[in-house]
């Protein structure tokens, strides 16, 4: 990896609802593919409003609606996996990367994001681990989700969303990722 071929520039988007930072994603995709080198790297950070976002043909219209009248938005998005909530508290990242500025393999990529954000965790005096379910554990609790999007171009990229100071109750209302009996916590929940 050479550092003039893999550097990123990091914009922070603020607090963004959930269908305007995809628009904001896809003006970055078609950036990064449109440029004639490997240099247009980006790291979009933000949270959301609170959002469930499901792959499209994984929810009923009656959930959608019960969880609607929770008080947060719904959105069927083109992202693999099953139900989960993004809200304030949350570190949202969205890399927009060209793979072959570091090596051309998904596998490797998401190791390495879990890798960092185990390492993260550390410096916080917190014993994180990866797992078969993917992401970034605490234990039985996902503190760090990782979310394979279908993409363009190389076929897929990844969002990593870390838990900092999440209200865990929106939780509650879903299985966090279809994942039966295992918990989801948040960097303030573990810190107290």
């Known amino acids: 990896m050479h550092p003039s071929t893999s550097a990123a520039e990091v914009i922070q988007l603020g607090r963004i609802s959930y269908a305007r930072a995809l628009q904001v994603?896809?003006?970055y995709v078609r950036r990064h593919l449109d440029s004639k080198d490997k240099l247009h790297n980006a790291l979009l950070l933000c949270e959301h409003p609170p959002v469930y976002t499901i792959r499209t043909r994984h929810s009923p219209f009656e959930e959608e609606q019960r969880l609607k009248l929770l008080g947060a938005e719904f959105f069927r998005s083109n992202r693999d996996g099953f139900i989960t909530i993004h809200g304030p508290g949350e570190l949202v990242c969205y890399p927009i990367i060209n793979l072959g500025c570091f090596k051309k393999s998904v596998?490797?990529?998401?190791?390495?994001?879990?890798?960092?954000?185990?390492?993260?965790?550390?410096?916080?005096?917190?014993?994180?681990?990866?797992?078969?379910?993917?992401?970034?554990?605490?234990?039985?609790?996902?503190?760090c989700q990782m979310f394979p999007l279908s993409g363009i171009h190389c076929g897929r990229y990844i969002t990593l969303a870390l838990n900092c100071n999440t209200d865990m109750g929106w939780f509650e209302n879903i299985v966090p990722c279809g994942i039966v009996?295992?918990?989801?916590?948040?960097?303030?929940?573990?810190?107290?």
């Open 181 to 192: 009996g295992k918990g989801v916590t948040s960097l303030s929940q573990e810190l107290g």
């Open 25 to 27: 994603q896809q003006l």
């Open 107 to 143: 596998k490797w990529y998401v190791f390495e994001l879990e890798r960092t954000g185990i390492n993260l965790f550390r410096k916080y005096v917190l014993k994180a681990s990866s797992s078969p379910d993917t992401g970034v554990w605490v234990g039985n609790n996902k503190i």
